[in-house]
C-alpha cells in the first residue's frame, strides 16, 4: 500500500482556506496516473495571512522564511520545535510541523490527531496559539523519517530545515542523515553553553574553510544576526600558523603584529554582507590547529555555528570532516548549510 500523507489545517476541521486537508507529494499524484484525484492536490508554501504581529527585528525587506521542523516525540524533537517557533516569531514566517508515522485513522483532523497522538496534539495546538493558526501546518507521513523531512521540505519548498540533536553522536541518526543529505539548511538544535568567559560566547559563529560554501555560510549566519541582534564571528582554522589571531572590524582592535593572509580573505568574504547589514558586529578569527577539535571546543558558548557541506550526497548520508564534527559533538545549535 502507497505510504500515506495527510496535512492538517490549523482549526481541525472540514475545510480550512478552503482547500482539502488531505494531500500527497505531486510525485505521487503522477504516480496515481497524473490526474487529480478527489479531495488530493499538492502541498504548497502558501503566504503569511494571519493576524500576527511582524517578527522581531525583521526588515521590511526581508522574505518571510517557511521553517520544516521534524519531531519524532522525543525531547531532541519538542527542542527543534521550540527553537523553530521562536524562529517564526522573530520572522514573521510559517512551520510545517513534520513527523513520521500514520495519519490518524479518523481522519485528518485535529480531534482525530488529539486521539491519536495527545502530546503531537498539544504541541500542534500550542504553537498555533503563539504564532497563529494560518501559518502553521502539520504533515504526517510513513517511512524513513531524514528520508521524509528532506522530501517535504523540497516539496514545501521549505528555506530552513530543523531538527533535533543526534542520540549519542551518531552518524546514523535522523539529524545527521538529514544534514548530510538535505538541499537545505539544516539547523541540529542542541541547548547550548551559557559561559561568558568562553571564545565567541554570544557570537554567531561562521566556520568558514575557503570553500565554495563560505558565501553561503557567511550569508546565512549575518542575516541570522541582524535579526537576533548579535555579533558575528568569522573563523578559519588553518593547521600552518604560530598561533591565533583576531580583528575586530568595529573597533579596529588586533590580536597579532602581522596580518595573517586569511584575515584578508575573510574579509573579502563579509564584505558585501557589512555593507548589507552595517550595523551587525563582525570579529574575523583565525585559528591554528585541527578545524574539527579547534571549532567544536572554541564555540562551545556561541549561539549558533554554521559550517558548510561541500556536497550533496545522496548515497553517503555520513557528514565528514568539520561539518560532521560538529553535528556530532558540538555544544550550541549548529547550521550545516549546503553548497549550492
Given at each position: 500500500m502507497e505510504p500515506r500523507t495527510a496535512v492538517v489545517g490549523p482549526n481541525g476541521g472540514r475545510?480550512?482556506?478552503q482547500r482539502p486537508l488531505i494531500r500527497r507529494y505531486p510525485a505521487r499524484m503522477m504516480q496515481c496516473g497524473g490526474g487529480r484525484a478527489?479531495?488530493?492536490t499538492a502541498m504548497t508554501a502558501q503566504p503569511s495571512t494571519g493576524s500576527s504581529a511582524p517578527g522581531v527585528g525583521r526588515a521590511a525587506t526581508?522574505?518571510?522564511?517557511h521553517i520544516l521542523v521534524g519531531v519524532d516525540g522525543g525531547i531532541g524533537g519538542w527542542m527543534a520545535l521550540a527553537w523553530a517557533r521562536d524562529e517564526?516569531?522573530?520572522?514573521?514566517?510559517?512551520?510545517?510541523?513534520?513527523?513520521a508515522g500514520p495519519p490518524p485513522a479518523g481522519g485528518s483532523t485535529m480531534d482525530a490527531l488529539t486521539l491519536a497522538d495527545p502530546p503531537l496534539a498539544r504541541a500542534v495546538h500550542d504553537v498555533r496559539q503563539r504564532i497563529g493558526g494560518e501559518r502553521v501546518d502539520l504533515w504526517l507521513a510513513d517511512g524513513d523519517p531524514a528520508g521524509l523531512i528532506a522530501e517535504a521540505a523540497e516539496t514545501a519548498a521549505a528555506d530552513l530545515v530543523v531538527v533535533g540533536p543526534p542520540l549519542h553522536g551518531g552518524t546514523r541518526s535522523t539529524a545527521a542523515r538529514t544534514a548530510g543529505t538535505c538541499r537545505r539548511p539544516v539547523v541540529i538544535v542542541r541547548p547550548g553553553q551559557d559561559e561568558p568567559r568562553l571564545p565567541f560566547a554570544g557570537h554567531v559563529v561562521a566556520a568558514l574553510g575557503g570553500g565554495p560554501c563560505d558565501a553561503r555560510v557567511a550569508d546565512f549566519a549575518v542575516r541570522y544576526a541582524a535579526v537576533h541582534h548579535l555579533p558575528v564571528a568569522a573563523v578559519h582554522v588553518s593547521a600552518e600558523g604560530p598561533g591565533d589571531f583576531w580583528f575586530d572590524?568595529?573597533?579596529l582592535e588586533t590580536h597579532f603584529a602581522v596580518e595573517p593572509p586569511q584575515i584578508a580573505t575573510l574579509a573579502r568574504v563579509l564584505e558585501p554582507l557589512r555593507i548589507r547589514h552595517p550595523h551587525v558586529p563582525v570579529r574575523l578569527c583565525v585559528l591554528a590547529g585541527s578545524a574539527s577539535a579547534r571549532l567544536v571546543v572554541a564555540t562551545a558558548a556561541a549561539r549558533l555555528v554554521v559550517v558548510g557541506r561541500r556536497h550533496h550526497r545522496p548515497l553517503?548520508?555520513?557528514?565528514?570532516?568539520?561539518?560532521?564534527a560538529l553535528v556530532r559533538n558540538g555544544v550550541p545549535p549548529v547550521v550545516v548549510v549546503p553548497s549550492a
Open positions: 475545510r480550512w482556506d478527489e479531495g488530493v526581508e522574505p518571510r522564511p517564526a516569531i522573530a520572522t514573521a514566517g510559517r512551520i510545517t510541523i513534520c513527523h572590524e568595529d573597533t553517503t548520508p555520513a557528514l565528514g570532516g568539520t561539518s560532521g
